[in-house]
């Protein structure tokens, strides 16, 4: 004689396991659901005539100090997805921007300025991937709205890397040997700037963002990303 034992779920687990399964499937299958995560961005004002900046994203004021012109936030974790940024000065006066954020990637945001006055919040991409370690890795950004012509960059050497690099442009990232000056200048000038090759160290990565009005205060400011 043979037996045969038999297991039943509860008619609730059972339930239970097919409302699991309904939800998995349309999470699956939906387009519209949107991947959460968090980016990180770092901030800066790139306004000579400005100071005492206060940050806020999506209407709520970040608890930073106020940056003046020329001053840096560290990486701060923000949700992706869209999000409005906004500088508010000393007499709460706004200037912003809704900007997209993909989730794990890392971003610089500035402040800026044109000729006339009219603020703008810009963002750039950051590629933080590992560099060579006895090279520095750089980005060069052009933030001055006064020079036609743009801004050129070559290493001591003569070898030129940068050309015309007008108002609001990123260069490509660029590997340089690190203790070689880098020579600046707007593009039709004789006035020779240098970032001393001391100021890179090896195995770093540098946002370099220019400033100035004439080409005598024509200056490089170097961010460590790193």
Known sequence: MSCSTKSFLPARSIILLFVVFILSSCKKNDPGVVVKGEA???IVNAVQTESGQNLYVDDQKVEINALNFGE?????KIFSGSRKIGFKDGNNVATEAEINFIPSITYTTFLVSDRTGKKEVINFEDNLSNTENDKAKIKL???TPYFNTGISVSVQTGTQFVN???YKEASNYFTVDTGL???FNVVGSTNIKTIAGTDL???KIYTIWFSGTTTAT???HIITDN
């Open 141 to 143: 950004i052009n933030l």
């Open 40 to 42: 990180k961005v770092k």
């Open 201 to 203: 160290q090896p195995g």
């Open 181 to 183: 000056n880098l020579r």
């Open 218 to 220: 024509l200056e490089a």
């Open 164 to 166: 015309s690099l007008m």
């Open 72 to 76: 840096t936030s560290d990486y701060l």
